[in-house]
């Protein structure tokens, strides 16, 4: 496989459910990001990871919870969500997080649905 | 602070036609700017970026932009649209000093036959 790959590429769940969505990129990316894109508002950075340690988190609530055990693997792990963290969660990954012209590769996206 | 504004969420041009769609930045240092496409139930893939060489920056499928300082613009044209451009664009803009990408509310093209 090449690329960052996301999965699942859907998911619904209840509020009261644990999920979590994984993405895996095999470019030998240093940073990996996620991303949550909802209907008629701009892509929203969530988490950033750099060599494994996590260097941004832009006030995220608590119910989403990331996890990056290697410079490949990021999962978001999600707990109590609410219908409105229904969107599609993109994951992606560059070279370098510090080096600001690098171009941001992207994965699928998993579509989620809160019920 | 930095931003991007893309001018109209929706653009319908015919097979054939002029593709323009706008983006305005906003950045108090240089910028770094970018063209992404996502097709449908895709994620987004890079069609040009500017990093401050040549103001006429050349991208995948056909699209180019054009960096105009004095008007704060980096808007995406293609000569000739196509039926498979149909997808939505958005623009990003980053600056030195500032790594994270900050991403416009996206156009949707759509393609009249």
């Known amino acids: 496989e090449t690329g960052v790959t996301q999965t699942p590429r859907h998911l619904v769940m209840g509020m009261t459910n644990k999920k979590s969505l994984k993405c895996e990129q095999h470019?030998?990316?240093?940073?990996m990001y996620w991303y949550k894109q909802s209907a008629k508002k701009p892509l929203e950075l969530m988490f950033v990871?750099?060599?494994?340690?996590?260097?941004e988190n832009n006030s995220v609530p608590s119910r989403f919870s990331p996890e990056c055990p290697n410079s490949s693997h990021l999962f978001l792990h999600l707990h109590t969500l609410q219908p409105e963290d229904s969107a599609l969660y993109l994951c992606?990954?560059?070279?370098?997080?510090?080096?600001?012209?690098?171009?941001?590769?992207f994965g699928q996206g998993t579509r989620l649905t809160v019920v | 602070a930095q931003s991007v504004t893309q001018l109209g969420s929706h653009v319908s041009v015919s097979e054939g036609a002029l593709v323009l769609l706008r983006c305005n930045y906003s950045s108090s240092v240089p910028p770094y700017l970018f063209w992404y496409v996502q097709y449908p139930n895709q994620g987004l893939q890079l069609l040009l970026k500017y990093t401050s060489a040549a103001t006429l920056v050349k991208g995948i499928n056909g699209f180019e932009a054009e960096f105009k300082k004095s008007e704060t613009s980096f808007h995406l044209t293609k000569p000739s649209a196509h039926m498979s451009d149909a997808a939505e664009y958005f623009c990003a803009v980053s600056h030195f000093g500032n790594e994270k990408l900050t991403f416009g509310t996206g156009t949707r093209l759509t393609i009249i036959p």
């Open positions: 470019l030998g990316h240093n940073a």
């Open positions: 990871y750099s060599l494994e340690e996590r260097v």
């Open positions: 992606a990954s560059s070279q370098d997080a510090t080096v600001t012209n690098t171009e941001a590769f």
